[in-house]
């Protein structure tokens, strides 16, 4: 048996923020992020239209981007202060993240965060309140799953909490919120939600039920996030929708290991200054994890299928799949996405010199390994990488070293061809090989001993 589950309600489309003067209640507490939801005006009416229905309404601001436990704990302090029955949870993936991990501290305060995070494990909620999503940006699609992402900066390792108990009961899904993000995040979020649709359309636990979801998501994705990037405010709103659509499919069938190596490395190496924001991650980790996982006979033939959807061309699964690497590492050229660690500079832009030094990168890598394979959302992977395997996505998704022998895709002649004489040693980049080489495409082999 399986579940399939959404919050209770949806409310969409422009306006869509007024559903809130509807709501039944006593008490309201807020929880939102760094003051865009201010600064805009959307904080200021959304306290009216919870005042026009009767309730008291308290704020919890300031929750900073990639939300820690000490956060959570404070904020749960102040829900059990104040005693809302709704919770309202107002922004960015963060604050929405951040309003479910203390909603469940707030209903049951003796819990710790570890027990938080035994997945699928939390006691059934509402006891004491409800709660309300509404997103400002378009890729966690938070509003509508059973996901929370809280960083243990102490260990430099952020956890997801796993739990349809978690689900909001309602979601607001306001184009007109959306239109403040700035250029860096609609190309962060979005492929964010790419990566949540090709993710649950070839997880282990996709359904008829998720199925459709996703794949209309990556056609909308395909159609609308270069053009939303680029400020065309009608693809902006298409996207609000598509993002949701990809939330609700992973919600119900579960993601794979890009996102366990997008929460293992993001706060890795906060100490050398930066962090590896979330959607950047599962940009650059996607097309080395599509790449992986089609040695799978199943997963190749899904994949096939996004390539038919987004009309990619090829004539069989091997062709169909190097395609869909193609397009993917194009549209991170496209939002000025790096392709790997080892160029994610400290604003997150694509520069010669990443942040993390490469002695530090393979020192930490056996660790960060070990924590990716543990994570939630490795079970429904296509393919279980091994120790050895997972390092070796992450060294590959920074640098290319020791003799890696790569085998180019000719699209004229559609068959494969070793690259003949050629052997690189050291640090090496595939910018370096696709310049010498640019009417190739290029797939990743497995090294040649």
Not at 241 to 252: P, V
Request: aromatic content about 8%; hydrophobic content about 40%; some cysteine.
């Amino acid at each position: 048996m399986a579940r399939f589950t959404l919050p209770r309600d949806l409310y969409h489309g422009k306006g869509a923020l007024e559903a809130l003067k509807s709501f039944i209640g006593k008490k309201a507490m807020i929880c939102v992020g760094g003051g865009s939801m201010k600064r805009f005006g959307f904080l200021d009416r959304a306290v009216e239209y919870l005042k026009e229905a009767g309730m008291e309404v308290e704020l919890f601001e300031g929750i900073e981007p990639d939300p820690s436990v000490e956060t959570v704990m404070r904020g749960a302090e102040a829900m059990l202060k104040f005693e809302p029955d709704w919770i309202i949870a107002m922004g960015g993936g963060s604050p929405i993240d951040a309003a479910k991990a203390m909603w469940i501290k707030y209903e049951y305060p003796e819990i710790t965060f570890e027990e938080m995070c035994k997945v699928f494990g939390i006691p059934p909620l509402r006891r004491k309140a409800h709660f309300c999503a509404i997103s400002s940006t378009s890729g966690t699609a938070t509003e509508v799953t059973a996901f929370s992402i809280i960083t243990d900066y102490d260990k430099g390792i952020k956890y997801p909490i796993a739990d349809f108990e978690i689900t909001p009961d309602v979601a607001i899904v306001d184009p007109e919120l959306a239109h403040t993000m700035p250029k860096k995040l609609v190309a962060h979020t979005g492929m964010d939600a790419m990566t949540h649709a090709i993710e649950a359309y070839v997880s282990t636990a996709n359904c008829d039920f998720t199925d459709p979801l996703a794949l209309h998501a990556i056609e909308m994705i395909q159609a609308d996030l270069v053009g939303s990037y680029n400020g065309d405010m009608e693809k902006r709103d298409a996207m609000h929708n598509a993002q949701c659509l990809a939330g609700m499919a992973f919600s119900n069938a579960l993601l794979g290991i890009v996102h366990s190596m997008a929460h293992k490395t993001g706060a890795a190496f906060a100490d050398y200054g930066a962090h590896i924001i979330h959607g950047a991650a599962n940009a650059m980790y996607l097309p080395k994890v599509i790449a992986f996982n089609a040695k799978d006979p199943t997963a190749k033939a899904r994949y096939g299928v996004i390539a038919d959807k987004m009309h990619l061309g090829g004539s069989n699964d091997d062709e169909k799949v190097a395609l869909l690497i193609k397009y993917l590492r194009g549209m991170n050229d496209d939002l000025n996405i790096p392709h790997c660690i080892g160029h994610y500079g400290p604003d997150s832009y694509p520069c010669e010199q990443g942040f993390v030094p490469e002695n530090v990168f393979l020192e930490r890598l056996p660790e960060i390994a070990k924590n990716a394979i543990a994570d939630a959302c490795t079970g429904s992977n296509p393919r279980q990488p091994s120790q050895e395997e997972m390092e070796k996505l992450l060294r590959d998704a920074d640098i290319i070293v020791a003799d890696p022998l790569y085998r180019p895709i000719c699209p004229k002649q559609s068959q494969f061809y070793e690259l003949p004489h050629i052997a690189f040693s050291g640090r090496i980049f595939l910018k370096d090989i696709k310049r010498k080489y640019p009417e190739m495409i290029y797939q990743s082999q497995e090294k040649i001993m």
